[in-house]
């Protein structure tokens, strides 16, 4: 009987993904485990694998899709001896074998949740995505006018307050929110933070025409707009800077590289001072555990492990993959690990529960010699570590001039979530394990 | 509160007025109604109601005509003119009554007489003028007379009259209004009708299937101007295989009245022919009755002979709101009512939605039916919008052709980006009872999807509003 490969949910919170590339085409023998397609979501590219053999009869969505819905059929597999005939259409049943899993999808939520396909949907009319779940579990009433307009325009409609009858989302909601934010108008009453920007038309008539490109924003712009706006419109930002000494980490750093194993005539691992700002951020959060702490409305959710998201700048975008409970981590653990997330979120192959979630992130423009510099919160952190160049300067010490390597570290903090002396005295703690940093390795 | 004071008065007892006033009572509103002539307005005593009934008793004296058709015989089909009007009186009539047991169960008043705004919060009202429309009315049980009554609320809702063209003027004996038209003391041989409006080719259908020699004269290029394209085209087919004659870009310059007839010079064309005829229409249009009703007193702004108003009835006048026709087009029962619920809901302050005038739908009721809601293609198409259309012939109905009614359209048009239902257009039988399944679908905000996905029963004419929806994604089944 013919299998329907269905779209995988990549992870929880995936309604839909775009089918970048088929590796395999029509006609293809596929065994267990083969590669067959690439799926990209808002962060990264995915490999859908085969669960079973047979050969790849027929692919209903061509490469080059944007926003497959999840449990979509996406091509059929025949079995040994199967008429290709029996592939024109996605197979009456869906197989139970299906659907194609992707690694990250195993446990995922989503698949159980998602709705049974009962017959044969037509390829090219996908069901509606079924309504979204937000963060109180009531459920979004929309109209199917409002579903699309927002599904075009990447606005999320859970996030937007309706204006129709039971405070349903109707078109005019949807056409007054910004995409990618899905921030309800403030006309709708709904009490809503943020203001409505300027009209594309509008911005545009700035311009000459002909005097500028226009470039799609992809998944990851999107992503990125959204989610840093939604942070400075929500997330009441302060910032403490403070001046670091590095000269110690720094012989550290090349005491303990020069005891790295070998392969192959190369040291396996190199620590880098990032390395050591992970580790000294993570031991600092373990003993504040208030900051290591993101808000709900519920009430403080204070974490137990400190997972750290480093910002990975990638062409066209940014990642943060996640060092998790890098409190427990050895420094040439946590710098394997850095260098395999960072190599894997340039080629976009990061599978999201390596950049889902986390605790709190760093951003290190060090390389840059950026001199200072704040970065914004993503939440659900409560904190987001600044960190700049290292450089000599002259410095006071004892009434001495000397010179000192030294960097300028700045959080940003939620104040929903800590106040100011709380951080302050976690800066503290931050500056002594940096400029102490045996503490590392105890 | 005293007997002269309300929380809400209402100008007009027409159908933005009544239900209004009835809205007004649900929501706890103390609510009266200042009424000249006839409770119900024009719509149930000059208008949409004794007019259907017409058009009822020329439908069924088609059919006799017909009844070989249906393996039927009917010797000589003839008619009573007079029984016909009196039937259709009858009606509005009933219609009248209606209204007042409306009133009496939600206790409003009635004040009876010519109503003026004074001032903000205060109306006078003297004596009716009798007999404005015909013959002179009595006040119903119970009314209050003239004199000074105060509420914090007034709303205007006096209605709107037939458009008078220099030339034109009627004369009530040989150039008619609806008025005259609706009531003939006999019928004519020949008739002329100015206008191919929702008026003029309603009484243009009556009296050609009554056996009268009908002509058809319309300034613009399109007969049923405010209609879609394909389908005044097609209906136009279809007037014009009735026998009607049909003058489109044609202006009736003047009229010379005889003893029995009336000679029209129209130019068409830039050529000059005359038509005479016994009777002639004019149904040029309509205009708001914005005078002597104290607007000016209180500084109301009118525009183009109409109410200027938000979309919840306010005027530029605190506490001075305006419904209906006088209140700008369209010009139709429905919307005046829908407008009146608003404004007093409004004032109450419940949550209401502005009114949506591309959600008006509207009914004409020759033969075959007109009825449409939303843009149509031109429209859609001046808005820059990339369209979808979908058109289904009612020949691919079984229920049509086994009423024998094989003649329809209709037509859908959807915006091709988003699925939006942006217009629905129909001409055939029964479509005025159709047009609703895509007002609420509009409302709901449907998109092709969930129309496509909707069980429409069989047989009915309503397959054919599916079919057209699935012809404009290439999916019609049946043609």
Known sequence: MPINILMPALSPTMERGNLAKWLKKEGDKVKSGDVLAEIETDKATMEVEAVDEGVLGKILIAEGTNDVAVNEPIAVLLEEGEDASAASAPAAKPAEKAPATADAGKSSPAAAEAPEPTAAPAPAAPAPAAPKLNGLGAKVFASPLARRIAKERGIDLSSITGSGPHGRVVKKDVENARPGTGAGAPASGGGQFGFPLMPDDKIRALFEPGSYDVIPHDGMRKTIASRMQQSKVVVPHYYLAVDVDLDALLKMREEMNSYAPMSDGKPVWRLSVNDFIIKALALTLKKHPEANASWTEGGMLRHKGVDIGVAVAIPDGLITPIIRNAHEKALPDISMEMSSLAKRARERKLKPHEYQGGTTAISNLGMYGVKHFTAVVNPPHSTILAVAAGEKRAVVRNDQIVIATQMTATISCDHRVLDGAESAQLMQTFKGYVEKPVGLVM | ?479
């Open chain 2, 1 to 479: 509160m005293a007997d002269n004071q309300f929380d809400i008065i209402i100008i007009g007892g027409g159908p933005g007025g009544y239900v209004a006033a009835i809205r007004a009572a649900q929501l706890g509103f103390k609510v009266a109604v200042a009424e000249r002539e006839h409770l119900g307005g024009i719509c149930s005593n000059w208008g949409c109601i004794p007019t259907k009934a017409l058009l009822r008793s020329a439908e069924v004296y088609h059919y006799f005509h017909q009844a070989k058709n249906y393996g039927l015989a009917v010797e000589k089909p003839s008619f009573d003119l007079k029984a016909i009007v009196q039937r259709s009186r009858g009606i509005a009539g009933q219609m009248n009554t209606g209204v007042q047991f409306l009133f009496k169960k939600n206790k409003i008043t009635t004040i009876w007489g010519d109503a003026k705004i004074t001032k903000v919060g205060e109306i006078t009202v003297t004596a009716p003028t009798k007999g404005v429309l015909g013959p002179p009315v009595e006040a119903p049980k119970g009314a209050l007379g003239a004199g000074t009554y105060k509420a914090a609320h007034i709303i205007v809702a006096t209605g709107a009259r037939p458009r008078v063209l220099p030339g034109l003027e009627p004369d009530k004996k040989q150039v008619w209004t609806y008025f005259e038209a609706m009531n003939p003391e006999s019928f004519p041989k020949s008739l002329l009708v100015i206008g191919s409006g929702a008026i003029g080719v309603e009484f243009a259908s009556f009296y050609k299937t009554m056996g009268a020699d009908v002509t058809v004269v319309e300034v613009l290029p399109q007969i049923l101007p405010v209609e879609d394209a394909d389908i005044a085209a097609f209906a136009r087919k279809q007037f014009e295989k009735q026998g009607i004659k049909i003058l489109t870009g044609a202006k009736v310059a003047k009229l010379d009245k005889a003893k029995d007839s009336v000679t029209a010079t129209i130019e068409v064309g830039g050529k000059t022919e005359t038509i005479t005829a016994e009777k002639v229409i004019s149904a040029v249009g309509v205009v708001g009755n914005i005078e002597n009703i104290g607007l000016e007193a209180v500084g109301v702004k009118t525009d183009r002979g109409v109410v200027v108003t938000d979309g919840y009835g306010r005027t530029n006048v605190k506490g001075i709101y305006a419904i209906g026709d006088v209140a700008g087009p369209p010009m139709l029962a429905h919307k005046a009512e829908h407008e009146g619920v608003t404004c007093v809901e409004a004032i109450k302050g419940l949550k209401v939605h502005a009114l949506d005038k591309n959600k008006v739908p509207g009914c004409t009721y020759c033969h075959p039916q007109i009825a449409s809601v939303g843009l149509t293609e031109a429209k859609a198409k001046e808005q820059g919008r990339e369209v979808k259309i979908g058109r289904f012939p009612f020949i691919g109905n079984g229920k049509a052709i086994a009423l024998g009614e094989p003649e329809g359209l209709c037509k859908t048009i959807f915006d091709a980006k988003t699925g939006e239902l942006l217009g629905a257009h129909l001409s055939g039988a029964e479509v005025t009872e159709l047009i609703q399944g895509f007002v609420v679908a509009m409302n709901c905000e449907t998109t092709e999807e969930e129309l496509m996905h909707t069980i429409f029963p069989h047989p009915t004419l309503s397959e054919t509003m599916k079919e057209s929806v699935l012809d404009a994604y290439g999916r019609v089944l049946n043609m």
